[in-house]
């Protein structure tokens, strides 16, 4: 078993009870998961469509499942049944096809929309111009079946701490921004090599992944 207990704990000390810990479970196998599952974790986060149905097949039917991957709209069908969050929504053609789809599954889908904070052109996300029209066309013409719980985003893979903390307090306010009040907005930033970071910037979601399961091979 790679699971990494103490670890785990420790993470789980450090987040307290105002911040939520997504394990991301990408390329482990499902007697990782169950693992962790067994130690009272139950949001768990998948990059791949394929993966993370047929994971969703072998364990609890109580995992909350997380999809954290850049999600094409042909695929939004085969987890749309089961998906308790989906983080990285960029598009407003994505939220339609997550809304038709979901409406016809009689569920109304949370998500997040992804803001590109980072420096790296290779992340994906909104400007914050194209979150300012996103967030103007779903006030002018809702989504029934789609409900947006708030911002999420990933800062430049760098060594420079300020960096991060920069980009990361970019998305706190624009987070602030559109999201003053409401039914627990959510805030996703921060993974193993930042969270600490994202925290102290107001990160209410986190997503851990190498920290939890050991390097992916």
Known sequence: MAIEVYTYNRILRELGPGIRLVAVSKTKPPADIK???????????ENYVQELTEKQQQLPADI???????????????????????????????????????????????VLLQVHIAREETKFGLDPPGL???????????????RVRGLMGMASNTEDPEAVRAEFGELKR????????????????????????????????????????????
């Open 132 to 146: 300012a029209d996103l967030m103007r066309e779903l006030r002018e013409h809702p989504l029934p079946n789609v």
């Open 64 to 110: 909350l499942w997380h999809f954290i991957g850049h999600l094409q709209s042909n695929k939004v069908r085969q987890i749309i049944s089961f998906v308790h969050l989906i983080h990285g929504v960029d598009s407003l053609r994505l939220l339609k096809e997550i809304d038709k789809q979901a409406g016809a599954k009689g569920r109304v889908v949370d």
């Open 174 to 217: 624009l987070f602030d921004q559109y999201f003053p009040d409401g039914e627990a907005p959510i805030l996703s930033m921060g993974m193993s090599a930042d969270y600490q970071i994202a925290i102290e910037e107001g990160s209410n979601m986190v997503r851990i992944g190498s920290l939890l399961f050991g390097k992916r091979e």
């Open 35 to 45: 693992a962790l599952y067994d130690l009272g974790q139950r949001d768990f986060g």
